[in-house]
């Protein structure tokens, strides 16, 4: 399991797994290090990860947490062998029970282990990650495509069309919600491109900051500003920010009118969502950058999404894409036991009886 401790490790990473027939997955904080696509880059880890993964971590043997402090310790092993590596004594067997924690810097920690550690041949545990990851993938895809609704984009379809009209080299600022689902699990990066966030809970609003930020240190380099509409709500001025000192930076906004990871957090526990406080209406957001002096987009139907991206990712100066997506997507979650199938339930049931004794 590989984060953001890793990054430039990439070469030794690779080595490791195939002298130990070992999948890799990592944090999101990890997710650019390697190319989606590389076989030994299995996916993530947690609700913005893969049920593969999620089995993967539970049913191996050891489990090396390379460069990470994952604070979700639902899915990490509560029992078994983890050797933990980080240059952060702090951290070492914080988030699981740790048979061996060391202190080091990945890379040459990486490459001292190299140098020790027999070659694994045995095949089986590596081959059935890498057919379950491929099937995993398969579902990926279908739910980005956009013909799969003929009048609804869905936000899975946004994020797949930034990843792939993005520039070879772009930098995606990632905010703080269910936007982060979206972007994380359906963005393909390539290797060369990098995955910029927060990455801390109810650190909601800060990305198209950070964005500006990153393109005031290069002003040639894409960067991709990702939002949900109530993160972009509160640090709008921002814009402001970006078209007064001419940084060309390109804001994506999914637009459900909510703040949906709320929603799905109360759901997750039986509790009704509480619409007045999740709900709310929204500005015209391609007006708003254009009163701003940049470039505004809007995409309300599937066959409108990859233009408005596309126009918006080439335009000279800061640009605004609006993505009106469907406000009831669920995401995948990799884990569900009963208990919380439940939850899910009794929530909709006690949502249906309200919205009846209100009408």
Not at 36 to 49: A, R, T, V
Request: aromatic residues 6%; proline residues 5%.
């Amino acid at each position: 399991m590989c984060g953001a401790g890793c990054q430039g490790a990439a070469e030794e990473l690779r080595l490791l797994s195939d002298r130990l027939k070992a999948p890799l997955i990592h944090s999101v904080k990890g997710k650019d290090i390697m190319p989606y696509d590389d076989p030994h880059w299995m996916g993530g880890i947690g609700m913005i990860g893969t049920k593969p993964d999620y089995n993967a971590i539970m049913h191996c043997d050891l489990l090396l947490m390379l460069g990470t402090d994952y604070p979700y310790s639902e899915f990490l092993p509560s029992k078994g062998s983890v050797v933990q590596l980080d240059d952060r004594p702090e951290v070492l067997g914080r988030r699981a029970p740790t048979a061996l924690g060391v202190l080091g810097s990945i890379k040459p920690t990486l490459k001292l282990l190299l140098g020790k550690v027999a070659a694994k041949s045995d095949t089986k545990f590596w081959d059935q990650v890498t057919k379950e990851r491929h099937k995993w993938d398969d579902m990926l895809d279908k739910q980005a495509d956009p013909a799969r609704s003929k009048d609804r984009i869905h936000p899975q379809a946004v994020a797949r069309a930034v990843g792939d009209l993005a520039k070879g080299d772009a930098i995606f600022v990632f905010d703080t919600g269910l936007n982060t689902l979206w972007s994380a699990n359906w963005i393909r990066q390539n290797g060369s491109q990098r995955i910029i966030g927060s990455f801390n809970n109810a650190a909601v609003g800060t990305a198209l900051a950070q964005a500006n930020g990153i393109q005031a240190l290069d002003r040639s380099r894409q960067v991709i500003a990702l939002c949900g509409d109530g993160g972009f709500n509160m640090l709008m001025c921002e814009f402001l920010t970006a078209a007064h000192h001419k940084l060309p930076v390109k804001v994506v906004v999914y637009n459900n009118s909510a703040f949906g990871l709320i929603t799905l957090e109360a759901e997750s526990v039986g509790l009704p969502a509480y619409k007045k406080g999740i709900e709310f209406p929204n500005p015209d957001f391609a007006a708003l950058a254009s009163a701003c002096g940049g470039h505004g987009f809007k995409a309300a139907k599937p066959g409108e999404l990859k233009a408005a991206i596309s126009e918006a990712l080439t335009v000279d100066g800061p640009a605004i894409v609006d993505c009106v997506v469907a406000a009831d997507e669920l995401p995948n979650l990799p884990h569900i036991n009963l208990e919380m199938v439940g939850h899910y339930a009794m929530a909709k049931i006690k949502e249906a009886v309200l919205a009846c004794t209100r009408s």
